[in-house]
């Protein structure tokens, strides 16, 4: 449909936003790019064109190219968004550039500058009265506080991202702030309560469809499993994500370097060495349907 309507750049663009959470969700990153980078060029002097619709451009950009690990792209995406947020008065759609930036410095280890645009983007927030705005807000300054190993600060951060967003059903950032705070109780030694936050992340995006950070937050609790000894779990867990993984053509290691990257080599020694290959094997095998029905048995708070 997006082809059809090639010579109308300003609908092509109102389609193709429409869609970026559903390619973001589901992996689709070539699809996605195809879409939001055409061949003519558009700027906000393209009739139909605004520049709070030319930030989100950027910054679908930025989280697909984040999905296929092309970080050169994702700087292009921030370059952009930044520039844009400041050719405009409108304070939602420079907040969502702030953000933005500040998440990806954060996970950059540019801490300071992460803080300094996480709460201008939190200001900027309360000026618009946009309550996803101030969610993300505070989900970039937990970001920032826990690559500055400010643990305590990053988890009252986190919390307050996940009230705020569970508030006004923004369902992807509470799913990744719950993401963010885990890793902040990992970096604590507080693997239950990690365990904890990644189980109801795992439940909020399969409320919401997100299939990309579902698997992210599986390989995460493989990990966690994994460190409280519960090796035969952290098996499974792993090869149902590994699996699933492949069926969609997306790599979480490569989605988040600073991470899940990491675990990976424990997991996979791990599995080797305590004689769990089989039951990795068997978490590989599933179909879609029977892992996700796997995973809420692993994950169901009755279970044990």
Known sequence: MIRLLEDDQATQLRIALGMVWVWFWRGHVIEGLRALQPPVTISASTPGVTVPALIRRSVGIVLLSCLAGDYHLV?????????????????????????????????AGQTAAALEHATLGYELSQRAGSPQRAAEALQSLGMAHLRYDNLAEAGRCLTAAVTQAD??????????????????????????????????????????????????????????????????????????????????????????PVGTNSY?????????????????????????????????????????
Not at 75 to 81: D, H, I, S, V
């Open 75 to 107: 700087t292009q995406g921030l370059t952009a968004a930044g520039q844009l947020g400041a050719s405009t008065d409108d304070a939602g759609a420079q907040a969502y550039a702030m953000c933005t930036i500040a998440f990806f410095e954060a996970g």
């Open 167 to 256: 508030a006004c059903g923004y369902l992807w950032c509470a799913a990744s702030s719950l993401w963010i705070l885990a890793k902040v109780r990992i970096a604590e030694g507080d693997f239950p309560d990690a365990a904890n936050r990644l189980v109801l992340m795992l439940s909020v995006c399969q409320a919401d469809a997100n299939l990309t950070s579902w698997l992210v937050g599986l390989i995460s609790l493989g990990y966690v499993y994994l460190r409280r000894g519960d090796n035969e779990l952290a098996a499974e867990i792993t090869g149902i994500a590994d699996r699933q993984s492949e069926l969609i053509g997306f790599a979480p290691d490569v989605m988040d």
């Open 264 to 304: 990976r080599p424990q997991i996979t020694t791990a599995i080797a060495a305590q004689g769990v290959s089989a039951i990795y094997t068997h978490g590989r095998s599933l179909g879609t349907d029977d892992a996700f029905r796997r995973v809420q048995e692993i994950t169901d708070p009755n279970r044990r």
